[in-house]
C-alpha cells in the first residue's frame, strides 16, 4: 500500500491509489480514522489532509 511510501494524503489522492469514486475512498478514511489508522491533520471541513500513524 502507498501508506507505506507515503504516510500523507487526502481523499483524492487515495482515490486515485485505490482507483475507486471520491465516496469511496471517502468512506474508506473514515473507517480507517475511527480504527486510528489516520489522524486529520487539516481540521477542516473541506480538502481535509490525513496522517497514517507509525503503527503500520
Do not use: C, H, P
Not at 4 to 32: H, M, P
Request: proline share 0%.
Amino acid at each position: 500500500m502507498r501508506l507505506f511510501e507515503d504516510r500523507y494524503l487526502d481523499v483524492n489522492t487515495a482515490a486515485d491509489w485505490l482507483d475507486v469514486e471520491y465516496s469511496t475512498a471517502n468512506r474508506l478514511i473514515g473507517q480507517l480514522e475511527n480504527d486510528r489508522l489516520l489522524g486529520e491533520l487539516s481540521e477542516k471541513d473541506r480538502n481535509r489532509f490525513y496522517l497514517a500513524s507509525g503503527t503500520f
